[in-house]
Antibody
Framework: QVQLQESGPRLVKPSETLSLTCTVS????????WSWIRQPPGQGLEWIGY???????NYNPSLKSRVTISQDTSKNQLFLKVSSVTAADTAVYYC????????????WGQGTLVTVSS | DIVMTQSPDSLAVSLGERATINCKSS????????????LAWYQQKPGQPPKLLIY???TRESGVPDRFSGSGSGTDFTLTISSLQAGDVAVYYC?????????FGQGTKVEIK
């Protein structure tokens, strides 16, 4: 059973960089596709991007200039960085797995709420 | 981007009655080489992450009750809950995995009448 757990600062100041970690257990990040998805309070879901088993990334063009997704295969961890944050980046951030490139998101972390505020 | 539009935004259904949610994509999500529709449905309860219910438009995820079914092809899809249970109160999302960026519908809130 694959399990994902997001972690990182819950409060980030405007203009700073949001940094989150997703720790994966029960499966290797050297297979499958690993996405970050966010959900502003009371709103819908927005796909941020993914990193695949080769380490290649694919980002949502709406966020591409500010987002970096990376991984540490030795620790089975994924990372998300969003730079120059504003209040609009306040959201619950999820990491999720898709087994294949066109597969759905079958495993999700519990999510972590990140608030952007001074 | 493929825009996913769900209807209605919310619906109230009596216990034991049928609930139907529609999802329309701005372009086809049918991959003709394998005849798969790259369309999934998720259920999200308050304070929880989305849970995969249906993928490839009509395939139920393991462990999902058979009162949940999906249908449709191309650009028009439907999620049906055949007999609504109290535990089905949630927001339901459709999502396409045909291309990037992956996109979701705006969600449909299902409540008990």
């Amino acid at each position: 059973q694959v399990q994902l757990q997001e972690s990182g600062p819950r409060l980030v100041k405007p203009s700073e960089t949001l940094s989150l970690t997703c720790t994966v257990s029960g499966g290797s990040i050297t297979s499958s596709y690993w996405s970050w998805i966010r959900q502003p309070p009371g709103q819908g879901l927005e796909w941020i991007g993914y990193i695949d088993y080769t380490g290649s990334t694919n980002y949502n063009p709406s966020l591409k200039s500010r987002v970096t997704i990376s991984q540490d295969t030795s620790k089975n961890q994924l990372f998300l960085k969003v730079s120059s944050v504003t209040a609009a980046d306040t959201a619950v951030y999820y990491c999720a797995r898709a087994e294949g490139h066109n597969d759905p998101f079958d495993y999700w972390g519990q999510g972590t709420l990140v608030t952007v505020s001074s | 981007d493929i825009v996913m539009t769900q209807s209605p935004d919310s619906l109230a259904v009596s216990l034991g009655e049928r609930a139907t949610i529609n999802c329309k994509s701005s372009q086809s999500v049918l991959y003709r080489s394998n005849n798969k529709n790259y369309l999934a449905w998720y259920q999200q309860k308050p304070g929880q992450p989305p849970k995969l219910l249906i993928y490839w438009a009509s395939t139920r995820e393991s462990g999902v009750p058979d009162r949940f079914s999906g249908s449709g092809s191309g650009t028009d899809f439907t999620l049906t809950i055949s007999s609504l249970q109290a535990g089905d109160v949630a927001v339901y999302y459709c999502q396409q995995s045909y291309t990037t960026p992956r996109t979701f519908g705006q969600g449909t809130k299902v409540e008990i009448k």
